[in-house]
């Protein structure tokens, strides 16, 4: 990426941090934060707070407008933790408006601005397409239907109306992200090291997964990459069953991973979310990425994770 300013929401994210960690020594950042302790505050750039709830009156004091302009790009990652909480009907609702409502905000302040970006990159999910076993599904797949699928619909819909500003809109159909210290692997690796990890129910599910730092090259792409446009896989071309996930990880720990978790017990525990998510089968592939010209650093679960662990 060219030397720009970029607009960034939820940066104190794992997806945020790696990202302004990757732009800070050449980018000058703009963090728009909530009114937050000072250690979640991102580690570079401007910060601007701001009100996700509120597109009526967006940023906390609006003579902070002035740091948003002449950004070249808007990257949007803000929105709820999937995995973090029970899916209580509260907490579904948080989940709903945390993406919806933000978006809506966003394109509110992106709305006011003299000149406001060329491009708003927006995070989505690949849980768009539902439950879907080994159906192989791209960009142009039917969405599915269920609480994520929806949830997932309305939050691409809402922040397209900063087409209406002359923007290119770009949704990012982020898969499982890979890191060390975040995220889903964050959560395993202890497991696996003490030699506790196993699959999960049958193990037959697909998961379309990606490593942290080809997701932070995909966002630079598309804010680059004057043809990127609507929807956008984030995942490796070469998805694997949790099955194969979990042996692939217990071969980079050098330890068993025997153990087997039922599908009622992780049903029992995490209710719909764990429905959604951790049993849910997604074969999903970066068809559109590819065709741009996208190439993944990362492409194959066993070397990936040798990278992520050892490098």
Request: hydrophobic content about 45%; proline content about 7%.
């Amino acid at each position: 990426m060219a030397s720009q300013k970029v607009l960034v929401s939820g940066s104190t994210g794992l997806i945020g941090r790696a990202l302004l960690q990757q732009l800070s020594p050449s980018h000058t950042l703009i963090s728009l934060v909530r009114s937050a302790p000072t250690g979640e505050q991102p580690a570079a750039g401007t910060t601007v707070q701001w009100r996700p709830d509120n597109p009526a009156k967006p940023l906390a004091d609006d003579a902070d407008l002035v740091h948003i302009e002449d950004c070249a790009a808007a990257v949007h990652l803000a929105g709820a933790n999937l995995s973090s909480h029970r899916w209580t009907a509260a907490y579904k609702k948080t989940i709903r408006d945390s993406r919806i409502d933000s978006s809506r905000t966003l394109v509110s302040i992106l709305s006011r601005l003299q000149a406001p970006p060329k491009v708003l990159v927006c995070a989505s999910a690949i849980g768009i397409y539902g439950d879907r076993g080994d159906e192989v599904l791209t960009e142009d797949s039917t969405h599915g239907s269920g609480f994520l699928p929806e949830v997932c619909e309305a939050w691409e819909a809402a922040p397209d109306a900063a087409k209406a500003l002359g923007m290119r809109v770009v949704h990012l159909r982020f898969g499982v992200v890979l890191a060390p210290d975040g995220g889903a692997m964050g959560q395993l690796l202890p497991l696996f090291k003490s030699a506790m990890g196993g699959r999960l129910g049958d193990g037959r599910q697909w998961m379309s997964w990606v490593t942290l730092t080809d997701v932070v090259r995909a966002i630079a792409f598309a804010i680059n990459n004057d043809q990127a446009a609507g929807p956008l896989n984030v995942v490796a071309p070469n998805p694997v069953s949790n099955a194969e996930f979990t042996r692939a990880l217990a071969a980079e720990v050098h330890r068993p991973a025997p153990w087997v978790v039922p599908a009622f017990a992780l049903k029992l525990a995490f209710g719909q979310m764990a429905e959604d998510t951790l049993l849910s089968s997604s074969r999903v592939l970066p068809a559109r990425l590819q065709t741009l010209g996208f190439n993944f650093l990362e492409p194959s679960i066993g070397p990936a994770l040798h990278t992520l662990l050892y490098e």
